[in-house]
């Protein structure tokens, strides 16, 4: 049986119970630099258990819908923001967790200009850019020990074109 999933439009709410949405909806916190930068403050909860913030870069290949999802991952130490650094959409699977196992995955297209912060221990995707190659700044935990535990699927998942 293949379970089919459609991506709906990223909001905050629809996204909140997986982490923050980061963008510029709305009007700025302040303004800065002379009154000619808007300042969206502090939008995203930083959360590690030990070690301390990095910043890497993610240069990801291109996917195009439909495609098949085989597996999720998810950071038990620590929260995992992802900012595009081009200005492309991009999807976003998420999945609630069950029992420390995926449940039914989530996706969403994120907007141009629209970044994520994955809650600590969140099953998500992987990067996945929807038009052409797309770089990422990824703000995660730097630390010892392992961060990562994968999910892979065995019946089959696909991702519609909305």
């Known amino acids: 049986m ?9 909001t905050p709410e629809a996204f909140a119970p997986f982490g923050d949405v980061l963008d510029t909806a709305g009007a700025p916190d302040k303004m800065i630099n002379q009154g000619l930068c808007g300042r969206y403050h502090d939008r995203a909860t930083l959360d590690f ?8 870069i993610f240069d990801a290949e291109a996917r195009s819908l439909p495609m098949v999802l085989d597996m999720v991952e998810r950071h038990p130490d620590g929260s ?7 200005r492309d959409p991009y999807l976003v699977v998420v999945a609630p967790d069950n ?8 996706a969403f297209i994120a907007a141009p200009g629209q970044g994520v912060n994955y809650h600590r221990n969140t099953w998500h ?5 929807l038009t052409e190659q797309g770089q990422f700044a990824v703000i995660d935990r730097i ?3 392992p961060n990562l535990q994968e ?9 519609e074109k909305p």
């Open 2 to 10: 293949t379970l089919s999933i459609i991506p709906t439009t990223l």
């Open 49 to 56: 258990s030990d070690g301390h913030a990095g910043i890497s």
């Open 80 to 86: 995992q923001a992802y900012i595009p650094i081009s």
């Open 99 to 106: 029992g420390d196992r995926p449940g039914t995955p989530v």
């Open 125 to 129: 995707g992987v990067c996945a850019p």
């Open 143 to 145: 630390g010892t020990g």
């Open 151 to 159: 999910h892979w699927f065995k019946e089959e998942i696909r991702i």
